[in-house]
């Protein structure tokens, strides 16, 4: 069964770094493009990144680039999301996801196979 598995989230000061990690189990993730969203409390899931299959293409949503990074190491069928310089309003319950595609998409309708999430605070 198709699974995803978020971590490392926490509570960090605004400035500080966290690192996420995807992983998956149930298939490999080779051949799909995985994304990265965030859905704060009151509001509705965004888009955060999203990493082709070759990871050779990656896009991010304006607000994070420059302090994101997606990453995927696929020998241990894994995607990473390296977060610096956090902000108050990064705070979100962050998921993965993955589509029938080595492509990335715009659209959270275009993903599925959601994960359970992982909490990111960022506040002082």
């Known amino acids: 069964q198709l699974q995803f598995v978020e971590s490392g989230g926490g509570l960090v000061q605004p400035g500080g770094s966290l690192r996420l990690s995807c992983a998956a189990s149930?298939?490999?993730?080779?051949?799909?493009?995985i994304g990265w969203f965030r859905q704060a409390p009151g509001k509705e899931r965004e888009g955060v990144s999203c990493i082709e299959s070759s990871g050779r293409n990656t896009n991010y949503t304006d607000s994070v680039k420059g302090r994101f990074t997606i990453s995927r190491d696929n020998a241990k069928n894994t995607v990473y999301l390296q977060m610096n310089s956090l902000k108050p309003e990064d705070t979100a319950v962050y998921y993965c996801a993955t589509r029938p595609s080595p492509y990335c998409s715009s659209g959270a309708d275009d993903f599925g196979s959601w994960g359970q999430g992982t909490q990111v605070t960022v506040s002082s």
């Open positions: 149930g298939f490999r993730l080779d051949y799909y493009a």
